[in-house]
């Protein structure tokens, strides 16, 4: 269904869709819709990202499951051999140890929620040890104590974990890492949302990749789409938040 | 001219090369040679990279120029209309605002000495805006203040600027975001080293990109090959070296 501000200038028949026409709020009363089971996905047209995201945390109406929200993409690379999940690129600015382990169990669930059984997690950092200055190595060797202890279930962690490493088999052979996750990964788990809002974008325009996201975290997928989001790109964006939310 | 231990096993010969047999220290021999203005470029071998850095830092025989070593990787995209460089995504872990003013001056630097008048710089971050909340915003908006004012020469710097913006001229303008940089840059100032470290991964591996990369900061420049660099990675690396070499 739409949910549409009585005041839009432009209208589109959709014979096919329940529209609603809202006077005031649209945002409110699309996530009461979802929160009351009235639909099963949840996405942003022509409204402020942050008006979205404040409805969802609505501790009346609001639509919050998991203990954050956070961004999966999932890539399509032409010169990789599988489809793989970037988290977060977009919402979690400086994730803590506990954040990360959030963000990883929410993007695990959604592919456990298609048919992965066990994905294998790349906790990405620039080396292979642990380096008390960066504290992203130090997090991501305490996420595999935590899966390897089965606080972390229904996947693989591997970390800390370079990106050559994580995305290429040989270079792992040559440098002696061995780990099923090595030249495998289903998931990247970023350091911080600027690296991984930096490298989401040159997966996209230097690596060619199609890309389709969604927001975990609440009862519903949520669609945030972008202005500068191909058309493919939504639509890939939708059909995935639809299989997740049929399968939760 | 070759710095060899004299207890290296397998012997090759360069007659068209003076050949240094060091009985101890090898790596700190070579440094001498460059400190003493017998050699342009210093190469690691099959060394300790930590042992390398700690002799071109010594205070008494080391060959240290600006204020901070820093890495720089040129990179030739497929389907990038230019090349550009990525820094630092090697040595500086956490830096502060004077080091990237430091890592982004060596860069220009490197630029200017090879033809670039006035290269164009990214400060890449996550968003165009300043947050208070992503510290790399405040020092990306810094760094083009520094650079209006003419403390920061010789390059015209951009920031905050997302990666699409600096990539995608399309993109800026379907965002309104007007600037020379926007989907023209020859540098990618990066906010730390592990988004610099996963990008330029990401970059090689799924990008398809051929790269070269070199040490700046020193007397000399350093090449600093790695064991999963490519011959031709390597050679580019030296052939620009002794570009930059030659300028200074």
Same mark, same amino acid.
């Given at each position: 269904?739409?949910?549409?501000?009585?005041?839009?200038?432009?209208?589109? +028949?959709?014979?096919?869709?329940?529209?609603?026409?809202? +006077?005031?709020?649209?945002?409110?009363?699309?996530?009461?819709?979802?929160?009351?089971?009235?639909?099963?996905?949840?996405?942003?047209?022509?409204?402020?990202?942050?008006?979205?995201?404040?409805?969802?945390?609505?501790?009346?109406?609001?639509?919050?499951?998991?203990?954050?929200?956070?961004?999966?993409?999932?890539?399509?690379?032409?010169?990789?051999?599988?489809?793989?999940?970037?988290?977060?690129?977009?919402?979690?600015?400086?994730?803590?140890?506990?954040?990360?382990?959030?963000?990883?169990?929410? +993007?695990?669930?959604?592919?456990?929620?298609?048919?992965?059984?066990?994905?294998?997690?790349?906790?990405?950092?620039?080396?292979?040890?642990?380096?008390?200055?960066?504290?992203?190595?130090?997090?991501?060797?305490?996420?595999?104590?935590?899966?390897?202890?089965?606080?972390?279930?229904?996947?693989?962690?591997?970390?800390?974990?370079?990106?050559?490493?994580?995305?290429?088999?040989?270079?792992?052979?040559?440098?002696?890492?061995?780990?099923?996750?090595?030249?495998?990964?289903?998931?990247?788990?970023?350091?911080?949302?600027?690296?991984?809002?930096?490298?989401?974008?040159?997966?996209?325009?230097?690596?060619?990749?199609?890309?389709?996201?969604?927001?975990?975290?609440?009862?519903?997928?949520?669609?945030?789409?972008?202005?500068?989001?191909?058309?493919?790109?939504?639509?890939?964006?939708?059909?995935?938040?639809?299989?997740?939310?049929?399968?939760?």
């Amino acid at each position: 269904m739409f949910v549409r501000n009585k005041f839009v200038q432009k209208r589109v +028949a959709f014979p096919e869709y329940e529209i609603i026409e809202a +006077a005031y709020n649209p945002v409110d009363i699309a996530v009461k819709i979802v929160h009351d089971g009235r639909a099963d996905i949840l996405m942003k047209g022509n409204v402020q990202t942050g008006a979205l995201i404040k409805s969802v945390l609505n501790k009346d109406y609001g639509i919050m499951k998991g203990k954050l929200l956070s961004h999966v993409l999932f890539v399509e690379s032409p010169v990789f051999h599988k489809v793989f999940l970037v988290t977060d690129s977009a919402i979690v600015t400086n994730p803590d140890l506990l954040h990360k382990k959030a963000i990883l169990e929410s +993007a695990v669930y959604a592919l456990n929620s298609i048919g992965y059984k066990k994905p294998k997690v790349a906790v990405l950092t620039a080396v292979e040890n642990v380096n008390p200055k960066m504290q992203e190595t130090v997090d991501a060797a305490e996420l595999k104590r935590l899966n390897d202890l089965g606080e972390i279930k229904n996947c693989i962690v591997e970390g800390p974990i370079s990106t050559d490493l994580a995305l290429d088999k040989e270079a792992s052979k040559i440098k002696g890492f061995s780990s099923p996750v090595a030249g495998d990964p289903d998931i990247l788990l970023m350091p911080n949302l600027v690296a991984g809002n930096i490298a989401v974008k040159i997966i996209r325009l230097l690596g060619q990749s199609t890309v389709a996201g969604l927001v975990l975290g609440a009862k519903a997928p949520i669609v945030l789409t972008s202005r500068s989001t191909s058309a493919k790109s939504k639509f890939l964006s939708i059909a995935l938040s639809v299989a997740i939310a049929n399968k939760e």
